[in-house]
């Protein structure tokens, strides 16, 4: 569900509009390539343009915004090397960090896991894309917070911003949203086991969407 700006007795703004903006494109609201024209957002947002403005300008700096010269803002799509190479940025992140996700893990992280990786497993078959999406964010926040370092949480997270993860791009297939399903239990069991190597191969397969159910 979308953050709503006011408080509930219609006070000032309880969420920046650069996050309201993040929100709707990363769910696939907003999609990647379409053009953002500053008066539909003052009336989507509610807002004034000096206050958009400075949303769009934050989120070209973040590049998940791209501005064009004397057109305007559009959502950044990124081609396929692009989107290739920030990939292996973030692989080499979270494989960094991986022996300490598993030296930090506790029993109550592992329980924690499972109940993140059961709710995205649940919603395969119930729920909306938007909320299959944001169950998926869920997990990974948590597992690669277990490294102990929010800086590098933070980065990855922008990271994962700079490509499209609207839902309609997240899987390519439903095989693949099943697949990434199980890879979840997997990584959980990993910490329970102490399995450092088979958990960086279930990153590597996680991040790159390789694997016997994924796309060419």
């Known amino acids: 569900?979308?953050?709503?700006?006011?408080?509930?007795a219609g006070g000032d703004n309880?969420?920046?509009?650069?996050?309201?903006?993040?929100?709707?494109?990363?769910?696939?609201?907003?999609?990647?390539?379409?053009?953002?024209?500053?008066?539909?957002?003052?009336?989507?947002?509610?807002?004034a343009r000096p206050e958009i403005r400075r949303a769009l300008d934050r989120l070209t700096q973040k590049r998940i915004v791209e501005h064009v010269p004397n057109?305007?803002?559009?959502?950044?799509?990124?081609?396929?090397?692009?989107?290739?190479?920030?990939?292996?940025?973030?692989?080499?992140?979270?494989?960094?960090?991986?022996?300490r996700i598993i030296d930090n893990a506790?029993?109550?992280?592992?329980?924690?896991?499972?109940?993140?990786?059961?709710?995205?497993?649940?919603?395969?078959?119930?729920?909306?894309t938007i909320?299959?999406?944001?169950?998926?964010?869920a997990f990974h926040h948590r597992l690669l917070s277990l490294c102990g370092n929010a800086e590098l949480?933070?980065?990855?997270?922008?990271?994962?911003?700079?490509?499209?993860?609207?839902?309609?791009s997240q899987w390519t297939t439903r095989a693949r949203i099943q697949q990434s399903s199980l890879e979840h239990y997997d990584m959980v069991r990993c910490l329970e086991m102490r399995d450092m190597d088979r958990l960086k191969a279930l990153i590597t397969q996680h991040i790159m969407q390789s694997g016997p159910d994924a796309s060419a």
Request: a negative charge.
């Open 14 to 47: 309880t969420v920046d509009v650069t996050d309201l903006i993040l929100h709707d494109i990363q769910t696939g609201l907003l999609a990647p390539g379409s053009w953002l024209k500053q008066i539909d957002l003052e009336k989507r947002y509610g807002c």
């Open 71 to 99: 057109r305007g803002y559009h959502v950044f799509e990124p081609d396929g090397d692009q989107a290739r190479q920030v990939s292996e940025v973030r692989l080499l992140l979270e494989l960094g960090v991986a022996g």
């Open 1 to 8: 569900m979308k953050p709503d700006r006011r408080d509930e």
């Open 153 to 168: 949480v933070k980065v990855v997270t922008e990271i994962r911003q700079r490509t499209s993860s609207a839902p309609v």
């Open 131 to 137: 909320e299959l999406y944001e169950a998926n964010l």
């Open 106 to 128: 506790s029993a109550a992280d592992i329980t924690a896991l499972n109940s993140l990786a059961d709710q995205f497993d649940r919603l395969i078959m119930s729920g909306t």
